[in-house]
């Protein structure tokens, strides 16, 4: 009687919220038509103002978010992001350069408050901005505290603002990785590792309790190269030399915005001021409320929208898997669906295919490498790399015509790796369980967790992983025109930053999205085309009634454990991974 009950009210409960949530989504879908009608209404009477605001509060993302019409009902999970949504580079690519074209545009105001973003992607968006103050324009930005990617950024504004009582960070990059060989041996995990390269360090963190010398050197260069290419630029544009900028970050000189003005901004002004120089640089009255027009609202009209010529652009972006994937994971069959969709499509002229990824399953990758290797004899297949192409990343890049890099996009890791973790002193010494097993054959149960594997066992296992190696060289051998040996020089799983990529034969060319579908563009002779994005996104009501868990389960981790929750994330990333990896050593997070 009682588990009747039980199951009754258990079933009462969940329609009762079933129909909450259907009259939510009634009502928010109502509201948002209206909303949609109204601001259709108060567009027409609208004009664009000569100044375009972008405000960077949120995540950088290669691809724009499809609208969701259900965006308010997030607030149902109460540990859902409240902060910035997320920012398409897509997108903001298109406006900024539409905005350089258009005449009626005079300035962009950045205003920046919390931007995550990787350095390659704000290369290219840095790169779009001053091609747009090239033409004559201005760029004012402002921020209450500068991180230093954020003003990396801003620094290529005609006019960077300060609040005076804000801050400003200046102090270098660094890199942290969380290592868990301690941790394993106290709770008697045997982490058996299987890997070929010696930079192929995605191991390490399960072996060693600090990174071994060829990780450190690897490591150091990358993030060197990093600094120097933004040194470099923060020079020229802010007319500062880079023993200035050093000395700067060593000495810890930015302890104030007096201090700041001194070297890094034109003025410590309120926002209320900023705005005011922005209404006396564009003969705006200073009592008129409306000075700009918001980037979001921008929307130019495209002329060439219905050409039959198009240049498909193809995003891949997350680690990679066996399936469909999603648009955060590069699934194989999605992707390789997307490329073939593409070859197959007369109207599509060329391809771009933008890689944004740590790597992931060496299988799947080879199942996207088929796909651009068939895609690449049918019409130009170009590679534009984001902050991250590396280990699978670089694979399924590297039978392209041709590779754009960004100087500090993160790439190579040619290296390959298996792991097998013995949780049999856990379960007997910790947790009084035992195990035992029945087998057919002597090597039955070769890769159960509860046993360690047998020296036979452990040389089959190692042949496979130099079977893969072997073949991934081989890859990379055809696609860049070099000799085995010479990728095996290159390669060992070492990462590389794009600038010393291009030196060493991994990437063609520095540049980013834009300049990869320009030169695709010419490589067909177009001068004027459509841009295909593919694959189809998720639909956005799909997507958002399926992120419940994963958001909750990330919120939690983010409320007790801070900034370092994504080393847990790593760590369950890693221990999950099936099969052979071809995956960057660590998620880097470069601070």
């Known amino acids: 009687m009682k588990q009747f009950f039980g199951a ?5 409960l969940g329609i009762v919220i079933s129909t909450i949530v259907a009259v939510l989504i009634i009502a928010t879908v109502i509201k948002s038509s209206f909303n949609s009608l109204k601001t259709e209404s108060e567009d027409e009477k609208s004009t664009v103002s000569a100044i375009i605001k972008i405000e960077f509060n949120g995540e950088l993302v290669d691809r724009e978010e499809p609208e969701n019409p259900l965006k308010e009902l997030k607030n149902i999970n109460p540990l859902s992001s409240k902060d910035g949504d997320k920012i398409g580079l897509n997108s903001l690519l298109k406006k900024i350069n539409a905005a350089t074209a258009d005449d009626k545009i005079k300035g962009l105001y950045l205003e920046f408050k919390d931007l995550k973003a990787g350095f390659a992607d704000i290369e290219t968006l840095r790169k779009s901005l001053k091609d747009f103050k090239s033409k004559g324009k201005f760029i004012y930005a402002y921020s209450e505290l500068y991180g230093q990617k954020e003003y990396y950024l801003a620094s290529v504004a005609s006019k960077v603002f300060l609040n005076p009582q804000g801050d400003m960070q200046w102090k270098g990059l660094s890199m942290n990785l969380m290592f868990y060989k301690n941790l394993f041996e106290k709770l008697g995990v045997e982490m058996q590792v299987f890997r070929h390269g010696k930079f192929k360090s995605a191991v390490e963190p399960f072996i060693l309790d600090k990174m071994s010398e060829s990780n450190r050197k ?6 060197g190269t990093i600094w120097n290419s933004m040194l470099s630029n923060i ?29 890094f901004v034109d003025a410590l002004l309120y926002e209320d001021e900023v705005i005011l120089e922005l209404k006396n640089k564009t003969g705006i009255k200073a009592t008129e409320k409306k000075y700009y027009t918001s980037i979001n609202d921008y929307n130019p009209k495209n002329k060439i929208e219905n050409s039959k010529n198009k240049i498909a652009v193809i995003y891949a972006e997350g680690s990679i898997e066996s399936g469909e994937g999603s648009d955060e994971v590069i699934g194989s069959a999605r992707i390789a669906q997307a490329i073939k969709d593409a070859r197959n499509n007369k109207n599509i002229k060329a391809i771009v295919f933008r890689v944004n990824s740590p790597g ?11 796909e651009v290797v068939l895609a690449k004899k049918e019409k130009p297949f170009i590679v534009s790399m984001g902050n991250l192409a590396a280990s699978g990343g670089y694979y399924i890049s590297c039978a392209a015509d041709r590779i754009f890099a960004e100087p ?7 290296g390959v790796f298996g792991m097998i973790p013995n949780l049999q002193k856990v379960f007997n010494d910790k947790l009084g369980i035992t195990m035992d097993t029945i087998n057919t054959n002597l090597h039955s149960d070769m890769g159960n967790t509860f046993r360690k594997v047998s020296e036979v066992e452990y040389t089959f296992i190692q042949k496979s992983v130099e079977k893969v190696y072997d073949t ?9 025109k070099m000799t085995q040996a010479q990728v095996d020089s290159i390669g060992q799983g070492r990462v590389w930053a794009g600038a010393d990529a291009l030196k060493i034969g991994l990437v063609d060319e520095l540049g980013g ?5 320009l030169y695709a563009a010419k490589k067909v002779n177009l001068n004027e085309y459509k841009i295909t994005e593919l694959p189809k996104q998720t639909n956005p009501l799909d997507k958002w009634l399926g992120k419940f868990e994963k958001e909750s389960e990330s919120k939690l981790l983010t409320k007790y454990f801070g900034n370092s929750a994504y080393f847990f994330e790593q760590l369950k990333n890693i221990i999950g991974a099936k099969g052979i990896q071809a995956r960057i050593p660590f998620e880097v997070i470069i601070n």
Do not use: C, H, M
């Open 218 to 223: 690897q490591s150091e260069a990358f993030l």
């Open 472 to 480: 991934f060289t081989k890859r990379v051998a055809e696609g860049r």
């Open 513 to 517: 999205i834009n300049e990869a579908v």
């Open 408 to 414: 500090n996009t993160i790439t190579g890791s040619i």
């Open 360 to 370: 992931g399953s060496a299988l799947a990758s080879d199942v996207i490498w088929r």
């Open 235 to 263: 020079a020229i544009d802010r007319k500062l030399s880079i023993e200035t900028l050093n000395s700067l970050a060593n000495n810890l000189e930015i302890s104030n915005p007096e201090v700041a003005k001194k070297y």
């Open 8 to 12: 009754f009210l258990g079933s009462i």
